[in-house]
């Protein structure tokens, strides 16, 4: 009898090894972080590095990957990166957060590792330590179909990733000092694109370069900390294509709203007079404007571009109107879950509801930013450590909000919040908005289907107008002033998930909560035992390891 005799092979891939074995490839990376100085507006400002680069490096990897990234902290306090949308089946281990996962120390390293299973798509990461986001530390993480899966458009000419953002000139200690004192941060100083801006003194590199009749893909992300930025290319029209890991319908677009921590992907066709354009991305729903650009330069191409810029659209409700067009492409082939065939997920029975409202108030003279009358803190020993330890008790309660905005809207208490969820239950989720300030919200762990978005009060009645065949299924989700967003999916991934506020102010001053989804079988099938290597620390750190699961 043969012997069947597995083969490795190593190749050196856009700045990461990747090691092919007889399972799933496996790309590894070595991060050093470090503070350097960084002028997107042209103000220096003591920004955070990755390897030496702003933005970050770009991580490009295929369906079931894995991904080991060891990050070596050169900082001179605790720093912790998230992967925004990237699921991490059955291993909330590896998701960034401060509620799963201890922040790395000064002069340490922590190695992440995790698998984007049945995933495709555009996605980011970022630090969610501190203000650290606001200065750098984040970057595009994309995830391409394995080539036996076909997408439902032809390849393009080259892949981009633009990652747009908001930007503060005061740096991430001076923001974190505001926040701390109790005052609100105020307008962002500029707009960035891959953190440069254009000058139009006919002197700028291009961001990105075409080549006459050819398409191109963009990935389009806001990794800003506050503002929704629209997005244009001058003389061309965008055709949506895949947005936060689904393929959507190929609408044509002249501008895109991207809210803050979402990424679109579209396809943009060098179909003008070869000469330099500018792609725009401007401040929304802000009292002052910002508008940055950015080159696109065609190949051979000659003549400055345009100084008429396309003008942005007017009012939030152009922006609601935009999000109703966005339907999920049912016909495409990709990697996505179906948990209890979700495909119909407007069929299946709903068994809890969960209205959450977001309120700004004081303590002690002090802003804080809540969920349905608590506002998060943040305790010493990570939750999912304190769960996984059985000392729970001592860190948080379970279930300290209602599932419904409270009566009492003066009323504000500051604790953990973490939602005890049912396994595999097919919940709704409200998020509601009282204040004049547009939210956005990420959950982690997960995607939902964007069923409804509407402006005044929700009720059961608003059910009738949910998208219940092909709503996109994401991760993030605005919700507009005086409005609401609706949200389904099903809690079939175990382990302790954040919902939280991508806006950063809001995330730091106590707008996220935390659910918590354990197996009654605490079995590997569904969920991964505590890593080797894993970082402890408050009450958990010298404590010996529980017992692991062991079928």
Known sequence: ???????????????????????????????????????????????????????????????????????????????????????????????????????????????????????????????????????????????????????????????????????????????????????????CD???????????????????????????????????????????FQGHTMK???????????????????????CFSVLVTANQEPRDYYVVASTRFTKREVTATGIIRYKNGKGAASSELPPPPVGWAWSLNQFRTFRWNLTSNAARPNPQGSYKYGSINITRTIRLANTAQRVDGKLR???????????TTPLKLAEYYGVADKVFKYDTIPDEPPSDNNKLTLAPIVLNMTHRNFVEIILENHETAIQSYHLSGYSFFAVGMDVGKWSP???????????????????FPNSWSAILLTFDNCGMWNLRSEIWDRHYLGQQLYASVISPNRSLKDEYNLPEGVLTCGIVQGMPRPPPFSS
């Open 1 to 187: 009898m043969a012997r069947l005799m597995l083969i490795s092979m190593l190749f050196l891939w856009a700045g990461s090894i990747l090691m092919v074995q007889s399972g799933d490839p496996t790309l590894f990376f070595e991060w050093n972080v470090t503070y350097g100085t960084i002028a997107p507006l042209g103000v220096p400002v003591k920004g955070i590095l990755i390897n030496g680069q702003f933005p970050g490096p770009n991580i490009n990897s295929t369906t079931n990957n894995n991904i080991v990234i060891n990050v070596f902290n050169n900082l001179d306090e605790p720093f912790l990166v998230t992967w925004n949308g990237i699921q991490h089946r059955k291993n909330s281990w590896q998701d960034g957060v401060l509620g799963t996962n201890c922040p790395i120390p000064p002069g340490k390293n922590y190695t992440y590792k995790f698998q984007v299973k049945d995933q495709i798509g555009s996605y980011m990461y970022y630090p969610v330590t501190a203000m650290h986001k606001a200065v750098g530390g984040f970057g595009g993480l994309r995830v391409n179909s394995r080539l036996l899966i076909p997408v439902p458009y032809a390849d393009p000419a080259d892949d981009y990733t633009l990652l747009v953002g908001d930007f503060f000139n005061k740096g991430h200690t001076s923001l974190k000092k505001i926040l701390d004192s109790g005052r609100n941060l105020g307008r």
């Open 190 to 232: 500029g707009v960035h694109l891959n953190g440069k801006v254009a000058k139009g003194d006919g002197k700028d590199e291009p961001l990105f370069t075409m080549e006459p009749g050819k398409t191109y893909k963009y990935r389009i992300c806001n990794t800003g900390i506050k503002t929704s930025l629209n997005v244009r």
């Open 240 to 262: 949506l294509v895949e947005m936060e890991g689904s393929h959507t319908m190929q609408n044509d677009y002249d501008s895109l709203d991207v809210h803050v921590g979402q």
């Open 369 to 379: 930013y809540a969920l349905n009358g608590v506002s998060y803190v943040e305790p």
């Open 461 to 479: 009645e608003k059910r009738m107008n949910y998208n219940l065949l092909d709503a996109v299924s994401r991760h993030t989700i605005q919700v």
